[in-house]
């Protein structure tokens, strides 16, 4: 089954406006990690997290251990934010395993 | 830095024949991954050594597919008889000592089985 599932597969967004993405885990996540891959498709790592929360910019993101979630915040969405947002959780030392990805599009 | 580099970029290989793909991770990492990606299946795990040493094969098809990290400084992964469902985007990560720490992705080798 799933084990990383990631929520929603699909988002549309106007320029400036913010929105939330989530995944749950059906795993004993110990970390967690959001990537941002771009349309010609290289992964870039955008947070590293034990539970808690970080702020990089205009990405928020936390990680609730206990819960078994991590979300990710986008506020004033801006063109360059478009592309697949992955989440990836680790458990005991083991890779990470991945999500479906929610591919995000923002527009003018 | 260079960051991971994956070579080559893209490669088309017939069916049947052997595929070897390239990667060097960024310096001073000791840990490297290696995923391969589709649009069915998503993100899929492979393999994953630290110093060198294999750690978990448990995503690796057990025919056909091997990999081995020879020294610190780069890794490879080997498709014998290729498949039309071999193709797929592979990807290799590199962190500093394993995945509790901060992944760090290469641009991937496009492979295209014909």
């Known amino acids: 089954g799933d084990k990383v599932k990631q929520s929603p597969s699909a988002l549309s967004l106007q320029e400036g406006t913010n929105s939330a993405l989530r995944c749950n885990f059906s795993?004993?996540?110990?970390?967690v990690q959001w990537f941002l891959q771009n349309p010609r498709g290289s992964l870039m790592n955008l947070f590293y997290?034990?539970?808690g929360t970080k702020e990089n910019g205009r990405l928020k993101s936390a990680f609730d251990s206990k819960e078994s979630y991590s979300t990710l915040h986008i506020r004033d969405a801006q063109l360059e934010d478009s592309g697949t947002y992955f989440c990836?959780?680790?458990?005991?030392?083991?890779?990470?395993?991945f999500g479906t990805g929610t591919t995000v599009s923002v527009s003018p | 830095n260079a960051g991971v580099i994956q070579t080559p970029r893209h490669k088309v290989t017939g069916k049947g024949q052997e595929a070897t793909l390239w990667c060097e991770p960024i310096?001073?990492?000791?840990?490297v991954f290696w995923y391969r990606q589709t649009i069915v299946q998503g993100l899929e795990f492979l393999t994953y050594?630290?110093?060198?040493?294999?750690?978990?094969d448990s995503g690796m098809p057990k025919e056909r597919f091997s990999a081995q990290m020879p020294n610190q400084s780069h890794s490879t992964l080997k498709i014998q008889s290729t498949q039309p469902q071999d193709s797929a985007v592979y990807l290799c990560?590199?962190?500093?000592?394993?995945?509790?720490?901060?992944?760090?992705f290469g641009a991937g080798t496009r492979l295209s089985v014909l």
């Open positions: 990560a590199s962190s500093l000592a394993g995945s509790q720490n901060t992944l760090y």
């Open positions: 795993i004993a996540a110990t970390t």
């Open positions: 997290l034990v539970p």
């Open positions: 990836a959780a680790e458990g005991g030392g083991r890779a990470l395993i």
């Open positions: 310096s001073g990492h000791s840990a």
């Open positions: 050594f630290r110093n060198q040493a294999p750690i978990d």
